[in-house]
């Protein structure tokens, strides 16, 4: 109930402020499962995509997010992200059981699989999560491509100003294979990033994001 009321009041500021072009809309179902799978430019981005569309949308969230700016903080928290420990297998294990859970229920899941904010723009390698997540439930996966919320909220900044921003969502995509298996799970994730990239339009760069960041010195 509180999701939706702070949905309700939330959507026509986001509205005005982002000036949003949805593309695909459609695609989310109206029942059911499905999993977003997003590119990631801003903090903002797991709050602004559930905020847009009429079904509730649980997005994962890294602890950092919640603790660390207060601005992003207040607006996971009204989302309803799932935080997560990137640091911990442990509890990332924990938050796919909990999003897996979620799917079973007929729920959507939001993910970034790149697992951390693009560093320059650039749509860096995915994480295996979403894979495992789509051939673990069988749930289908729609590529969704986010531009222009890195203008929202940038790198660095405290407060949010305004600026247009897209979504684009892709068909829904459904796999086979083992959600025990490496290589299925590589394979998943390698697809699913070539969709996202194909809505996006962005440069891909085969590693990841936290791998060039960790190189360059960035947080």
């Not at 029942?31 to 079904?55: C, E, K, Q, T, W």
């Not at 531009?147 to 796999?175: E, H, N």
């Amino acid at each position: 109930m509180l999701y939706e009321v702070v949905k309700f009041a939330a959507a026509p500021l986001t509205t005005a402020m982002c000036r949003p072009h949805i593309s695909g809309a459609a695609h989310v179902p109206r029942s059911g499962p499905a999993i977003l799978a997003a590119n990631h430019l801003s903090v903002l981005d797991s709050f602004l995509l559930p905020a847009l569309l009429p079904r509730h949308v649980t997005f994962t969230a890294k602890n950092e997010y919640f603790d660390g700016n207060p601005v992003s903080g207040f607006f996971m928290r009204l989302g309803g992200s799932l935080p997560i420990d990137r640091e911990s297998a442990h509890a990332a294990q924990a938050m796919l059981d909990d999003a897996a859970a979620l799917l079973e229920r007929g729920e959507l899941f939001g993910i970034h699989p790149e697992g951390t904010r693009s560093p320059d723009g650039r749509l860096y390698r995915g994480k295996i999560g979403v894979a495992w997540l789509a051939l673990k439930t069988g749930a289908p996966v729609l590529p969704v491509a986010l531009s222009g919320t890195d203008k929202v909220l940038p790198y660095g900044a405290k407060v949010p100003r305004p600026a247009k921003i897209g979504i684009s969502i892709g068909a829904p995509m459904r796999f086979e294979g083992d959600h025990a298996n490496a290589r299925d799970r590589r394979r998943v994730t390698d697809e699913i990033m070539a969709a996202i990239q194909k809505l996006s339009g962005q440069e891909y760069v085969p590693t990841y994001a936290a791998s060039y960041k960790a190189s360059n010195g960035m947080s």
